[in-house]
């Protein structure tokens, strides 16, 4: 499923259009050419807070059909739009979807002008993953787990990098492909380039796995705040549910306190000094935090708690930073047996390429790309 530029060998008669159009501005993001090309869209694939996103295909001249790509459409002349374009044709990342081609056309619905953002396509998202082995009442297999985990890590090992906060990282918002084992973050919708000492909005990321600094209103965030996203990520796939749930903002907090403890008072005031919400400041159980994690994440074995608890962390200065991710023992494995097996497979598969750095990635990692990357591939 997914897309490249290359012609497509599906036989287009025997796909249920949607809808077609021709569009007069396809910019190829990769060598910046401008054509006229025919779209046919053929399945709507998913519905945001910034617009919609179906799978088409796409040609030239109604012989080489490119795709199937999954196009998002926003309206134009928006502050996400333009933002989420911009940040999408400089990516480029193994573990990042790729942009392949963007163009602007008016809507018969409305009369009015969408960007269309044409996108690779993999077959699933992570959340339907998770979904899927909850629904069975199984469980992920914990190799599945590091795979995800160490993919999503290493997509933001560049992000970071760059500046660029996703801040809206949650199953749904990452791509896979379960027989590859491949994994993309998508959805740059809420994405923005951070900048030192400029106010950011706090109400930002989906509840379920925004950070506690942004629960309490803080607006001098960093990166981090996608740490702790990707934290809940690694905690759903071994719960097969969201770890933390509030029904409400503010009970976000609560929730958070049931499995870390109360937040400090110092973490309360340095995220926002004029914070008056509740403070949970009261121990909402008894025994140490680490027994929690025990309790809830015990067949992720010693390193995944270990993981866990210092990613999960009120403080965004101490929660571990991509690489010091990467280089955690929890993905030894990963190094050790190359391979695992895609669900209902018999047979072991390859894993993708996870130490094919590059020399910006390298650069990032410094001293741990050692403790990264196996000995037998440096």
Same mark, same amino acid.
């Given at each position: 499923m997914?897309? /490249?530029?290359?012609?497509?060998?599906?036989?287009?008669?025997?796909?249920?259009? *949607?809808?077609?159009?021709?569009?007069?501005?396809? *910019?190829?993001?990769?060598?910046? /050419?401008? %054509? %006229?090309?025919?779209?046919?869209e053929y399945r709507k694939i998913g519905r945001g807070a910034f617009g919609t996103v179906v799978q088409a295909y796409i040609t030239p001249n109604k012989e080489d059909w490119y795709g199937p790509f999954a196009i998002k459409k926003v309206p134009a002349q928006t502050e996400y739009k333009s933002r989420e374009l911009e940040i999408l044709r400089i990516t480029n990342h193994p573990n990042i979807v790729k942009l392949e081609y963007f163009f602007t056309h008016v809507s018969p619905q409305d009369h009015k002008v969408y960007q269309h953002l044409a996108m690779e396509c993999l077959p699933?998202?992570? @959340?339907?993953? &998770?979904?899927?082995?909850?629904?069975?009442?199984?469980? !992920?297999?914990?190799?599945?787990?590091? !795979?995800y985990s160490y993919q999503i890590a290493r997509g933001m090992l560049y992000l970071h990098a760059l500046g660029i906060c996703h801040r809206d990282i949650k199953?749904?918002?990452?791509?896979?492909?379960?027989? /590859?084992?491949?994994?993309?973050?998508?959805d740059f919708g809420s994405a923005k380039r951070l900048e030192i000492n400029q106010p950011s909005i706090s109400y930002i990321c989906s509840r379920f796995y925004r950070a506690p600094e942004l629960i309490l209103g803080c607006t001098q965030y960093t990166t981090q705040v996608d740490i702790w996203g990707l934290g809940c990520v690694i905690g759903e796939m071994l719960l097969g549910k969201a770890i933390f749930q509030g029904q409400e903002?503010? =009970? @976000?907090?609560?929730?958070?306190?049931?499995?870390?403890?109360?937040?400090?008072?110092?973490?309360?005031?340095?995220?926002?000094?004029?914070?008056?919400?509740?403070?949970?400041?009261?121990?909402?159980?008894?025994?140490?935090?680490?027994?929690?994690?025990?309790?809830?994440?015990?067949?992720?074995?010693?390193?995944?708690?270990?993981? !866990?608890?210092?990613? =999960?962390?009120?403080?965004?200065? &101490?929660?571990?930073?991509?690489?010091? &991710?990467?280089?955690?023992?929890?993905?030894?494995? !990963?190094?050790?047996? @190359?391979?695992?097996?895609?669900?209902?497979?018999?047979?072991?598969?390859?894993?993708?390429?996870l130490f094919d750095f590059s020399e910006y990635e390298l650069q990032i990692l410094g001293e741990f790309a050692n403790k990264i990357i196996p000995q037998n591939e440096e």
């Open positions: 997914s897309a /490249t530029g290359s012609t497509s060998s599906i036989n287009h008669n025997n796909v249920e259009k *949607t809808n077609e159009f021709i569009a007069d501005d396809v *910019t190829s993001n990769r060598s910046n /050419t401008v %054509r %006229r090309m025919l779209i046919q699933e998202t992570l @959340q339907i993953e &998770i979904s899927r082995y909850a629904h069975n009442k199984m469980e !992920l297999a914990l190799k599945h787990v590091k !795979l199953p749904s918002n990452i791509l896979v492909d379960p027989n /590859t084992g491949v994994l993309k973050i998508c903002p503010l =009970l @976000q907090l609560r929730e958070i306190a049931k499995l870390l403890g109360p937040p400090d008072k110092k973490f309360i005031f340095f995220s926002n000094p004029g914070y008056d919400g509740p403070l949970y400041s009261k121990p909402l159980f008894s025994g140490t935090s680490q027994s929690r994690f025990e309790k809830y994440f015990g067949h992720a074995g010693v390193e995944g708690i270990d993981l !866990l608890m210092k990613v =999960l962390v009120y403080e965004p200065e &101490i929660r571990l930073s991509p690489r010091r &991710i990467l280089a955690h023992p929890f993905f030894d494995d !990963l190094k050790k047996e @190359q391979y695992f097996f895609p669900r209902e497979s018999t047979q072991p598969v390859h894993l993708p390429p």
